[in-house]
């Protein structure tokens, strides 16, 4: 990636987009499209505000950029790992993301939703904020390596061909609440979110849509910030009081999620009807990040 570049090209492109009071307007409207809806329109208004900051490594999300080779590798192994245990022996392990069908939850600017199409993933990623959709677009659009769709043109997702051993990656400004209505259940291979339960209203309802808009035999790939006083001192009081790295009111301690609680959410879902297929029951948690099977 050119990062450096990049980076610049799309901070002076972000001053140029003069249409925040516009966006947050959308963003309210979104949120109160439905009576479901789990968006949280002071949480986009906060992260609208940031959205020019994405692809600046020494900014906002400098820690994103950090932990998005983690959270990929992450994925990929684990990706791995499920295939062998179904009996892929002959899997070629550079491509088992090639022609997945993979949706990206609250893409914020685009980092780990370029890293999943690199790898050959075709990625939708949704994010309510347009500004954040408008960013992650003109990275994306930047790149000729990409085979790039943005919402606001008329091809659907998935319809078109993708460059030989590359994903195709469509962004678009929707809810996962909104996208589950609209293209129904069992719709994707793979389904990430990555810090974004922490930022939403009524998580139960949002993970729910995540669960069902997954294909049986998927892969639900979370990360979220467990509620301790550790997490506390790290990501509240020395990241946004202290030392200022990320902006005061970003994080709501209050909303963050312990993994028992994310398991015990999901095995109580598995066990009931709302789920359109039966689960697996698998359920494993590593760090703060977790995968869950579904099939």
């Known amino acids: ?35 479901s809806s789990t968006v949280n329109p002071d949480e986009i208004a906060h992260f609208s505000r940031l959205s020019a900051q994405w692809w600046d490594e020494r900014g906002e999300f400098g820690m994103l950029h950090k932990m998005n080779p983690v959270r990929t590798q992450f994925v990929r192994e684990k990706l791995v ?12 392990e550079a491509k088992v993301l090639e022609g997945l069908k993979v949706l990206d939850v609250g893409c914020g ?28 677009s003109l990275h994306a659009s930047n790149d000729p390596a990409l085979s790039f769709t943005s919402s606001s043109l008329p091809q659907r997702f998935g319809s078109s061909v993708s460059h030989k051993g590359k994903g195709k990656l469509t962004y678009e400004h929707t809810s ?14 793979v389904v990430c ?12 309802a949002f993970l729910t849509s995540c669960a069902e808009i997954l294909k ?29 790295f990320v902006t005061p009111g970003t994080h709501t301690w209050s909303k963050y999620i312990n993994p028992s609680e994310l398991t015990s959410f999901f095995h109580n879902l598995h066990s009931s ?23």
Do not use: C, W
Request: proline share 3%; glycine share 8%; charged share 20%.
């Open 1 to 35: 990636m050119r990062a450096s570049t990049s980076s610049r090209h799309i901070l002076r492109s972000a001053k140029n987009i003069r249409t925040l009071h516009t966006t947050v307007q959308r963003q309210t409207s979104l949120a109160s499209s439905s009576s």
């Open 81 to 92: 790992e499920m295939e062998y245990e179904d009996g892929h022996e002959d899997l070629n």
């Open 109 to 136: 600017g685009g980092l780990f939703s370029e890293s999943l199409t690199r790898l050959g993933a075709n990625t939708l990623g949704i994010d309510a904020s347009a500004s954040n959709i408008a960013i992650a």
């Open 176 to 189: 996962v609440e909104d996208l589950l209505a609209r293209e129904g259940p069992n719709s994707f291979d």
């Open 193 to 204: 979110s990555m810090e974004v339960v922490e930022h939403v209203d009524n998580p139960r």
């Open 216 to 244: 049986p035999g998927g892969h639900l790939f979370l990360s979220t910030i467990a509620r301790t006083p550790l997490a506390y001192f790290l990501t509240i009081f020395s990241a946004e009081q202290l030392l200022r």
């Open 273 to 295: 009807s709302s789920l359109s297929s039966p689960s697996s029951g698998e359920i494993e948690v590593k760090g703060q990040t977790m995968d869950i099977e579904v099939g």
